[in-house]
C-alpha cells in the first residue's frame, strides 16, 4: 500500500490547471515599465480627476523610497518593474449598453470560465463585475440593485459618479503608504469593483466580482473598496483565474472594507491564479492587502478564503476592530502543491471594548508545497474583554512539502482571553485503510479527508461557491481534471 | 547589512580595548575562537527590536551602560567566594560557585568526585582535558542571528566544566550557584561546557544570584553534549533584583536515544532573556523543555526555546507558563523545526499566561516549522486570567478570595514546578513560589544557602 | 467460500501467523477464540488486506480467486467486510458522505448506477432501523467523538448497508455492555443469509450466546489447536485457556 499511496499521492500532485487558456482579444497596452509619466498616462487613459492622478504621484513617490518586504517565509525570484505592462485594457470600449455590444471574444472568454455575463443565464441571485486586465468589462444586475439604492460598480466609474464617496473612504482602512504592494497599487492600481450598501439594507443578493488576467506580461493592480452603512449587510465574493504561462505575472490589489454600526459584511474569495508548471515554471505571483474596518459598535466582518492558485501567496486579510463589541473573523484554506508557496494568514487588532475574533486556518501541502500561516491578534490597552480564538492546522500529503505556522499574540490588557492551537499531521495510513476496507479508493480516500478536513471553512461560503470550491480543492490535489 | 548601532560599537571597542588581557589569562585553544567570533559579532552587533528573535525584549535598558569590566579575578573575591562554597557543600549536592564569572577556587581548579565525574574551571580543563575539551568546546553553541553568543565566545574566559564519563551514573546533582557582587556596576560573561558520555546519568543546578545591589549584566552560554542513551537534567533556579539583566544561552545537542529536560525558574529579575536550544541529533532522542516565571513590578521576562529535529522518531515537549503582575511584561518564542528527514517526530509546545493586572503585557510567538511529512506536531498558546468560574467554586467552599486566587495561581506554576525529578528541590521550589505569589520573597543570598 | 491454507506471516520480521488452515462454507458462522497475543486480530487483518503485515507463506482463496493477490478495496468491493476492533476516527467526514461514497462504489463494482440522493437516504434509514443506530450518529463524523458502544454499532450499521458475503468481526463485542451487545448481535442475526458467512473474533462465550456459531476454533500462538462445536465455547468460559494450554504441551511431551 505505500507505494500504491506513494503513485496516488504523485498522481493527485501533479493535475493540469483547467483555466490556461488565452484569449484573442484586441488590447490597448501602454509600453513596459513604471515611471511617473507610465503612472500620470494610466490616470489619462483612465480620464481621471486632478485628486485622483495627486493621489498616484503621492504613491509613487513614496513607493520610491519603499523597498521589498523580506520577512514572508518565501523564496521569491527578482521582480524586474521595468519590464511589466501596467495598464491592459479591451479595446473598443465604448458605451455599452447592452450585452451584444462587448466583444464575442470576451463573452467566449468568460462563458468558458463559467461566468456568464447575460443576467438571464447566470446563477440567480449573484450579481457580477468582470475585470479583465486591467478594466472592468461589465456589472450585472446594476439597474436592480440600484433600485435599493445599493452601488455596485466599477471603481473607474464610482470616481466617477461617486467621487465623495470615493475620496472620504478610499485610504481610509488601507493607507497609500502601508506596504511595499499596497504602495505600488495605490499608483498604478487600474480597475476594480466599488459597493456602497446603504443604511438598514440587506443586499438581497451575493454581489461579485471575476477577475481575469489574460495579457503577457502584464500585472494587475485592482482595487475594490466596500462600504457597508449603519445596520446593512452584504455577501460578497471574487475569483480570479489567468492563463498558463512560462514567465511569472504580478498581482499586487488592494480590499478595503468599511463597516458602519451594526453593518455585516462576509467577503469571500476563491483565489485560482495560474499556479504554474509542475516544475514550478510561471504562475502568478499575488501580493495582495486586504483589511476591514469594524468602524462601528457591533459591526462584523468575515473573512473566507480558498487559496489553491498562484505561484506565490501572500496575503493577510485583516481586521480593525475599533468599534465596541465588534467581531472579526478569518477562515482560510490555502493549498500549496508542486512549487508553490504561500504565507498567508491574518491581523487581527483589537482596539474597541468587548472585540471578539476567531482565526480558522487549514494549510494543506503536496508535492514541494511550502505553506505558511503568519497572524497576529493585537490586544490594545483599553481593549477590554477582547476574545480571541485561534486554531491553524496544517495536513501534509508527502514527504517533500512543508508546513509553518508562525502565530504573534501581543496581548496589553489583562481582561484578554487569547487562545491558539495548531496541529501539524499527515493523513493516517489507518484512515485510508479504513476507507479502503470499505471499497473506497485510496484517491476517494484522499480526496474525502482533505475535505472533510477544509470543510469548516467551506461551510462559510456562500452555497453557490461551497460546491465550487470543493470541486477545485480535489482538483487542486488530486488529478481528475477532464 | 545592517548599520552598527552605537550600542554596539560600545562592545566592538571593549573587545579591541582588552583582548590582550583576556587573551593573555586564557587557554590557547579558547584563545583561537575569539578572532573569528568577533568577525561575527562585528556583523551581527548586539541584538535590538528589530532582529525577529527580540522583537519584544529592549536589551538596550542594560547594554546602555557603563560597567567595571573584571577580565581577570582578584585574589580577595577567591577567598570571599570559598567561604561560600564551604557553605554551599553541606547541601546534598555537589557544589560549587561562580563568582562574578571565575571560577574562584585558588588552588584546586578541577576535582574529581567519587564517582569519576571531574568538575571545575573551564580554563583549566581546557589544558588538562585538552582532547575532550577541543572535541566540543564551541560545537554546539552556533547561531546565525544572535550576536550575544558571539561576544561570549569572543571574550569569555572562565566558567563551569564537567565531565561525565561513560556509563557513570551519578546520584547526587551537581549545583552551580553563579554570584554576582561587586562595589561597582558590572558587566560579566562566563562559558559552561558539560559533557555527559554514553549511557550516563546525570543532573545539574544551576542558581543565579545576585549579593549587592549595583547594576549588573551577565551574558552566560553553557555548552552541553549528551551522549547516546544518556539521561541529563538542567535546571535553572533564577532569583536576582531588579536592577539586574541577565541573559543565559543553554545548547543542549543530543545523540541517539538520549533523553535531557530543561527548566528554567523564575522567581525574581530586572531583565531575563534565556535562550534555551535543544538539537535532537540522533533517532530515538526526547528533549523535555520547562519554564515558569514569576514578574512583578518593572520586570521583563523573556524566555526563547528552539527545538530542531533532525532525525528520525524524536519526541520533544515543552511546557512554559508565566505569571504577571503590576506593570510587568513577558516575552516567549518557542520554535520547533522538524527537518525533511525527521520522520515519526512528535513535537508539542504549551504556553499559558496569567495577567493579573491591567499594566502588565505578554507577547507570544509560538511556531512550527515543518518539512517532514509523518509528524505529529501541537502547539497552543493562551494569554488569559485566572478562571472566574473555577475561583467562585472556591469560594463557594469557604475559601477566601485572596487565598482562592494563591491557590490557583500556585496550581497554575506548580504544573511547571512538577516536572523537577530531584525531590528536595522540587518540595523548596514549590514553597519558593508561595512566597513569591505571596509577595514574600526577597532577594537575600540566605535563600540560596538554604536551597534545598 | 473461503479456504485458507498454512497460512503464516510476521508484522516487522516477527512471526505472528504460524500455519492456519481455515475451510469456510457459505452460511456458516465460525468463531476464533483465543487469549490475548495469539494472532487473532493479524489474522483478520490479513484477511481484509493490510500491507504492513508480510505474508510468508500459505494461501486464501476466497469464492475461487487468490485474496492475497487483491487490494484492500477490491476484496471489500469483493465483498469482505472486516468490523475493526478499534474503529478509525475520520474528522470531518460526515458517516453519510463516506457511506454514499462506499456503497455506490460497491455498486460500480457490480455494474449498477450510483443510488440516487433519495434512494441512499431511505436505505440508510432501513438499515439504520434493523440495526437500531441512533440516527443522530450518521449525521456526525465518521467515528469521530462517538463511545467505544457507539462505535462498534457503526461498524455493525456498515456491515448492514455494504451487505458483504463474508464479515470478520474483530472483538466487536468488548468493552460492550449487555444492551449494546445484545443491538449487535441481533444486527449480526438480522443479516445472517444461507449465502453469507462470518468469522466472530472475540473473548468471551457471552456473544455466542447471542450468535450461534457452527464452529469454534482456538487460536494459540499463530496455531489454530483446537476445533469443535458451540460447546467449545461453553467449556473455554468455564475452564480457560490453561487447560488448552497444558493440553498442547502433553501433545508435544508425549
Known amino acids: ?482 | 547589512m545592517k548599520e552598527k548601532s552605537e550600542i554596539t560599537e560600545k562592545y566592538l571597542g571593549l573587545y579591541k580595548d582588552n583582548i590582550n588581557k583576556i587573551s593573555g589569562i586564557s587557554s590557547p585553544f579558547i584563545n583561537s575562537f575569539r578572532a573569528p567570533a568577533f568577525e561575527k559579532f562585528s556583523k551581527l552587533g548586539i541584538p535590538s527590536k528589530k532582529d525577529e528573535a527580540y522583537k519584544y525584549t529592549n536589551l538596550n535598558i542594560f547594554f546602555d551602560h557603563d560597567y567595571e569590566n573584571y577580565f581577570m579575578p582578584v585574589p580577595a573575591d577567591f577567598i570571599k567566594a570559598e567561604e561560600f562554597r564551604c557553605e554551599v557543600t553541606d547541601l546534598d549536592a555537589y557544589g560549587v560557585v561562580l563568582l562574578n564569572g571565575f571560577y574562584p577556587t585558588l588552588n584546586e581548579k578541577l576535582r574529581q568526585l567519587p564517582s569519576g565525574v571531574w568538575i571545575g574551571s573551564l580554563n583549566a580543563a581546557a589544558v588538562q582535558f585538552s582532547d575532550i575539551f577541543e572535541k566540543n568546546y564551541g560545537k554546539y553553541a552556533k547561531s546565525e542571528t544572535d550576536g550575544l553568543i558571539h561576544l561570549n565566545t569572543a571574550m569569555a574566559s572562565d566558567g563551569v566544566f564537567v565531565y561525565i564519563p561513560e556509563g557513570v551514573h551519578m546520584t547526587r546533582p551537581v549545583q552551580v550557584v553563579n554570584l554576582v557582587q561587586s562595589d561597582d556596576d558590572t558587566f560579566n560573561q562566563h562559558r559552561n561546557l558539560i559533557i555527559a558520555e554514553k549511557n550516563s546519568n546525570f543532573s545539574i543546578i544551576i542558581c543565579d544570584h545576585t549579593l549587592s545591589p549595583q547594576k549588573f549584566l551577565t551574558n552566560a552560554v553553557t555548552e552541553v553534549f549528551v551522549g547516546e542513551n544518556a539521561h541529563f537534567d538542567i535546571i535553572r533556579v533564577q532569583n536576582e533584583h531588579n536592577n539586574a539583566c541577565k541573559i543565559t544561552s543553554t545548547f543542549i545537542h543530543q545523540e541517539k536515544n538520549s533523553v535531557t529536560s530543561s527548566n528554567n525558574i523564575t522567581l525574581h529579575g530586572g531583565l531575563i532573556r534565556n535562550n534555551t536550544y535543544h538539537y535532537l541529533g540522533g533517532e530515538g532522542a526526547e528533549s523535555y523543555s520547562y519554564g515558569l516565571f514569576l514578574a512583578d513590578k518593572w520586570q521583563h521576562i523573556d524566555n526563547f526555546v528552539n527545538v530542531d529535529h533532525a532525525f528520525p522518531h524524536c519526541t520533544s515537549n515543552q511546557l512554559f507558563k508565566g505569571v504577571l503582575d503590576d506593570m510587568s511584561t513577558g516575552a516567549f518564542n518557542g520554535r520547533i523545526l522538524v527537518r525533511p528527514d525527521a520522520q515519526g517526530t512528535l513535537a508539542y509546545q504549551k504556553n499559558n499566561n496569567i495577567l493579573l493586572t491591567d499594566d502588565t503585557k505578554m507577547d507570544t510567538k509560538p511556531q512550527l516549522e515543518i518539512f517532514a511529512d509523518d509528524v505529529k506536531c501541537s502547539h497552543g498558546a493562551t494569554i488569559g486570567q485566572l478562571d472566574d468560574d473555577a475561583l467562585f467554586y472556591l469560594q463557594s467552599r469557604g475559601i477566601n478570595k485572596r487565598e482562592a486566587r494563591l491557590m490557583l495561581m500556585f496550581g497554575f506554576a506548580h504544573e511547571v514546578i512538577q516536572n523537577i525529578k530531584i525531590e528536595p528541590l522540587r518540595e523548596r521550589m514549590d514553597n519558593l513560589v508561595m512566597q513569591r505569589l505571596k509577595g514574600e520573597l526577597s532577594r537575600c543570598a540566605s535563600c540560596m544557602v538554604k536551597c534545598m | 467460500m473461503l479456504i485458507i491454507n498454512n497460512l503464516k506471516a510476521s508484522i516487522e520480521g516477527k512471526s505472528i501467523l504460524k500455519g492456519i488452515s481455515l475451510d469456510i462454507k457459505p452460511g456458516e458462522i465460525h468463531a476464533i477464540m483465543g487469549p490475548n497475543g495469539s494472532g487473532k486480530s493479524t489474522l483478520a487483518a490479513v484477511l481484509a488486506g493490510r500491507e504492513d503485515i508480510e505474508i510468508t507463506e500459505g494461501t486464501v482463496t476466497y469464492l475461487g480467486k487468490n485474496l492475497l493477490e487483491m487490494t484492500a478495496e477490491d476484496r471489500a468491493k469483493e465483498g469482505i467486510f472486516l468490523g475493526f476492533q478499534y474503529p478509525i476516527e475520520i474528522p470531518g467526514v460526515s458517516m453519510v458522505n463516506f457511506m454514499k461514497t462506499a456503497v455506490n462504489e460497491h455498486r460500480k463494482h457490480k455494474g449498477l448506477d450510483p443510488l440516487s440522493a433519495s434512494d441512499f437516504l431511505k436505505m440508510m434509514r432501513e438499515k439504520k432501523e434493523l440495526v437500531e443506530i441512533d440516527s443522530k450518529l450518521a449525521n456526525r463524523s465518521v467515528n469521530e467523538g462517538f463511545s467505544g458502544g457507539e462505535k462498534k454499532k457503526n461498524e455493525i450499521f456498515q456491515m448492514a448497508m455494504l451487505e458483504p458475503k463474508l464479515a470478520i468481526l474483530d472483538e466487536t463485542d468488548s468493552g460492550l455492555d449487555i444492551d449494546a451487545l445484545r443491538i449487535v448481535a441481533n444486527g449480526v442475526n438480522k443479516l445472517k443469509r444461507p449465502d453469507n458467512s462470518f468469522i466472530v473474533i472475540t473473548h468471551y462465550q457471552r456473544l455466542l450466546d447471542f450468535i450461534v456459531p457452527d464452529v469454534v476454533h482456538v487460536l494459540y500462538d499463530g496455531r489454530i489447536v483446537k476445533t469443535a462445536g458451540k460447546e467449545l465455547a461453553l467449556e473455554l468460559e468455564e475452564k480457560g485457556y490453561d487447560w488448552i494450554k497444558k493440553e498442547i504441551e502433553n501433545n508435544v511431551t508425549t
Open chain 1, 1 to 482: 500500500m505505500e507505494k500504491d499511496q506513494d503513485k496516488i499521492i504523485s498522481d493527485v500532485t501533479t493535475s493540469e490547471y483547467k483555466y490556461g487558456f488565452y484569449s484573442d482579444i484586441e488590447m490597448d497596452r501602454i509600453p513596459k515599465g513604471l515611471n511617473e509619466d507610465v503612472v500620470r498616462l494610466i490616470s489619462v487613459k483612465k480620464n481621471e480627476p486632478e485628486w485622483l492622478l495627486d493621489f498616484r504621484l503621492k504613491s509613487y513617490r513614496h513607493w520610491l523610497t519603499m523597498k521589498m518586504p523580506t520577512w514572508p517565509n518565501l523564496k521569491i525570484a527578482p521582480i524586474n518593474y521595468q519590464d511589466i505592462i501596467f495598464y491592459a485594457a479591451p479595446k473598443e470600449r465604448k458605451n455599452l449598453n447592452s450585452i451584444d455590444d462587448i466583444d464575442p471574444e470576451l463573452k467566449k472568454t468568460f462563458d468558458k470560465l463559467g461566468i456568464p455575463l447575460q443576467e438571464q443565464k447566470h446563477l440567480a441571485g449573484v450579481a457580477v463585475d468582470a475585470v479583465i486586465d486591467s478594466v472592468s468589462i461589465k456589472t450585472t444586475f446594476k439597474e436592480t440593485l440600484a433600485e435599493m439604492g445599493i452601488i455596485f460598480c466599477s471603481f473607474s466609474d464610482a470616481v466617477k459618479e461617486y467621487p465623495d464617496l470615493v475620496k472620504r473612504y478610499m485610504g481610509s482602512v488601507v493607507p497609500y503608504t502601508d506596504n511595499f504592494f499596497a504602495t505600488l497599487n495605490s499608483a498604478v492600481f487600474s480597475d476594480g469593483s466599488f459597493c456602497y450598501i446603504p443604511k438598514g439594507i440587506r443586499c438581497p443578493m451575493e454581489l461579485s466580482t471575476y477577475f481575469r488576467i489574460n495579457s503577457a506580461n502584464t500585472g494587475q493592480f485592482e482595487r475594490t473598496l466596500l462600504i457597508a452603512d449603519e445596520e446593512s449587510y452584504v455577501s460578497y465574493l471574487e475569483g480570479c483565474t489567468a492563463p498558463s504561462r512560462d514567465e511569472n505575472q504580478l498581482h499586487a490589489a488592494i480590499v478595503e472594507i468599511v463597516a458602519e454600526k451594526n453593518a455585516e459584511v462576509k467577503y469571500s474569495t476563491v483565489q485560482n491564479w495560474y499556479p504554474g508548471d509542475k516544475e514550478g515554471k510561471g504562475g502568478v505571483y499575488n501580493f495582495v492587502t486586504k483589511r476591514g474596518m469594524c468602524k462601528g459598535e457591533s459591526s462584523k466582518i468575515s473573512w473566507t478564503q480558498i487559496e489553491t492558485g498562484s505561484a506565490i501567496t501572500w496575503k493577510y486579510p485583516s481586521c480593525i476592530l475599533r468599534g465596541d463589541n465588534s467581531v472579526g473573523e478569518f477562515y482560510s484554506v490555502a493549498v500549496t502543491n508542486n512549487y508553490q508557496q504561500a504565507d498567508t494568514g491574518t491581523k487581527m487588532t483589537h482596539i474597541g471594548k468587548n472585540t471578539r475574533s476567531t482565526i480558522v486556518s487549514k494549510g494543506i501541502s503536496a508535492g514541494h508545497g511550502q505553506n505558511s500561516y503568519r497572524g497576529l491578534v493585537k490586544v490594545l490597552k483599553n481593549a477590554t474583554n477582547a476574545r480571541n480564538y485561534s486554531q491553524c492546522d496544517s495536513l501534509l500529503l508527502g514527504d517533500k512539502c512543508g508546513a509553518h505556522t508562525f502565530p504573534y499574540l501581543e496581548v496589553d490588557n489583562s481582561t484578554a482571553i487569547v487562545e491558539h492551537e495548531a496541529t501539524t499531521s499527515k493523513i493516517g495510513e489507518d484512515q485510508i485503510f479504513y476507507c479502503n476496507q470499505r471499497g473506497i479508493s485510496t484517491e476517494d480516500a484522499i480526496g474525502l479527508i482533505v475535505n472533510g478536513y477544509a470543510r469548516e471553512v467551506i461551510n462559510k461560503l456562500p452555497m453557490e461557491f461551497a460546491v465550487e470550491a470543493q470541486k477545485l480543492l480535489q482538483i487542486s490535489l488530486e488529478g481528475s481534471v477532464g
